[in-house]
Nanobody, 128 residues
Framework: QLQLVESGGGLVQPGGSLRLSCTAS????????IGWFRQAPGKEREGISC???????NYADSVKGRFTISRDNAKNMVYLQMSALKSEDTAVYYC??????????????????????WGQGTQVTVSS
């Protein structure tokens, strides 16, 4: 079965850090663009970062300078390092994979139809 799995979520205090991981089962991430998205209660899914197969990246303004996306093809993993977390970062975080690198040019492409595969999500709660 082809699927993505996120991990690393949890409860963190404002100003703290977390690293989310995304891995795949049944396929390799090497040739895919990988995006990170989040959805807070009552809000639409938001694209926050993307990394192309050739390692170039894109970030939403809301996380630029605080979050860093990276990939380790040898481990079949993509990471989202989150720092200086704020209460407004609280959401379920999802990773997604898409064969077309161009999808990274527009983080507003955040529907199920825009990406080939989606994970089930991991909860991040920023609270004191």
């Amino acid at each position: 079965q082809l699927q993505l799995v996120e991990s690393g979520g949890g409860l963190v205090q404002p100003g703290g850090s977390l690293r989310l991981s995304c891995t795949a089962s049944g396929f390799t991430l090497r040739d895919y663009a990988i995006g990170w998205f989040r959805q807070a209660p009552g809000k639409e899914r938001e694209g926050i970062s993307c990394i192309r197969s050739q390692f170039s990246t894109n970030y939403a303004d809301s996380v630029k300078g605080r979050f860093t996306i990276s990939r380790d093809n040898a481990k079949n993993m993509v990471y989202l390092q989150m720092s200086a977390l704020k209460s407004e970062d609280t959401a379920v975080y999802y990773c997604a994979a898409e064969g077309r690198n161009g999808v990274c040019d527009n983080l507003a492409l955040a529907t199920d139809y825009d990406w080939d595969y989606w994970g089930q999500g991991t909860q991040v709660t920023v609270s004191s």
